[in-house]
């Protein structure tokens, strides 16, 4: 069964830092463009982060030098590294998989998991 598994959400501080993982399984992640988005409230998703098969990363402005996204191929996990975090950061976070490498488009993903939520408190 293909799945895609988040955790690491929660509650943080203005200021703070979370770890996001994503575990793949039923696919070889190695092959796959890998992706973050996020959904806040009221609000479409959007494009976050993306990995390419080589771990070439592609970063949305608003999260640039804040966030890094992290693959490790040999545990078929993603990460996303979230620093210096603000209230605009809040939202239910999605991890997803691509067969297209390197999208930013949440139409170009095939997999997706079910969201982990991190909200930011002032």
């Known amino acids: 069964q293909v799945q895609l598994v988040e955790s690491g959400g929660g509650l943080v501080q203005a200021g703070g830092s979370l770890r996001l993982s994503c575990a793949a399984s039923?696919?070889?992640?190695?092959?796959?463009?890998m992706g973050w988005f996020r959904q806040a409230t009221g609000k479409e998703r959007e494009f976050v982060a993306a990995a390419s098969p080589s771990s070439s990363t592609y970063y949305a402005d608003s999260v640039k030098g804040r966030f890094t996204i992290i693959r490790d191929n040999t545990k078929n996990t993603l990460y996303l590294q979230m620093n210096s975090l603000n209230s605009e950061d809040t939202a239910v976070y999605y991890c997803?998989?691509?067969?297209?490498?390197?999208?930013?488009?949440?139409?170009?993903?095939?997999?997706w998991g079910q969201g982990t939520q991190v909200i930011v408190s002032a």
């Open positions: 039923g696919f070889t992640m190695s092959t796959y463009g």
């Open positions: 997803a998989a691509s067969r297209s490498l390197f999208a930013s488009r949440p139409d170009r993903y095939d997999v």
